[in-house]
């Protein structure tokens, strides 16, 4: 365990300068820094209205998409700026290697991308809500069915495939890591599917909610639970 009392952390990403990890709390409405050592510091003097989920681009840039429909960026030197607003339901947040955002919107069952410019165009409209979203190493976005038990994988044509299905419902969050592993979270049963390139499929009971992941760039993952931020690889 890296650290504990967190109050039910929503997202979880790197810090820029690689100390540790970035922690959003949605219900206080602020974003946590805790660093490698497990000390607990605040994130910006900005305050996150209830942020949902957060993404690092390459240049270090934080990316926080907000449950009310914004996503706020802090750059390196603690700017904050808004990138876009009027978001409809945005479930989740991922960043393809070009530096465009990908954006879930369960309501309107669509995979919104986003340019630097602030430009937004519909990737693809799905037959079903999407919740969790990341990128894979080839580009091709996964996405999860919002209350389901299946991963789809859209191609750069915006075509839709299945690429995993699980005996549990998935939760909140979704990271393919620099390996081709797929990281999935199951609330409801505590639950962590590991998911090799091949298909393999591998399970770790994490004792409570897991809800997001993240890497810490020396081949190890994270995860954000109900009060705390966990190693688990």
Do not use: C
Not at 11 to 20: E, K
Not at 142 to 158: H, K, Q, Y
Not at 185 to 200: C, E, F, Q
Not at 210 to 216: L, N, Q, T, V, W
């Amino acid at each position: 365990v890296l650290t504990t009392g967190l109050s039910a952390p929503g997202a979880l990403t790197p810090a820029p300068d690689g100390n540790g990890f970035l922690v959003s709390e949605p219900g206080q409405n602020r974003i946590r820094r805790v660093d490698a050592a497990g000390l607990v510091s605040l994130y910006n003097d900005a305050q996150f209205v209830q942020p949902r989920a957060m993404r690092m681009d390459a240049a270090g840039n934080q990316f926080i998409l907000a449950q009310t429909g914004y996503i706020t960026k802090v750059a390196v030197d603690g700017q904050v700026s808004r990138v876009i607003s009027g978001l409809n339901s945005p479930h989740d947040l991922a960043i393809e290697q070009s530096g465009d955002l990908i954006v879930s919107e369960n309501q309107l069952r669509q995979l919104k991308r986003i340019d630097r410019n602030g430009n937004t165009s519909v990737v693809v409209t799905l037959p079903f809500s999407p919740s969790a979203v990341t990128v894979a190493p080839n580009g091709n976005i996964l996405v999860a069915a919002l209350n389901g038990t299946e991963v789809f994988s859209v191609d750069s044509a915006g075509a839709v495939s299945s690429y995993a299905t699980f005996t549990r419902q998935i939760s909140y969050g979704l990271l393919m890591d620099a390996t081709g592993t797929l990281w999935v979270a199951h609330a409801g049963n505590n639950i962590v599917t590991r998911v090799l390139p091949d298909g393999t499929q591998s399970s770790y009971v994490v004792t409570t909610t897991p809800r997001s992941f993240a890497e810490d760039g020396q081949g190890g993952v994270y995860v954000g639970v109900s009060n705390a931020v966990k190693h688990i690889d």
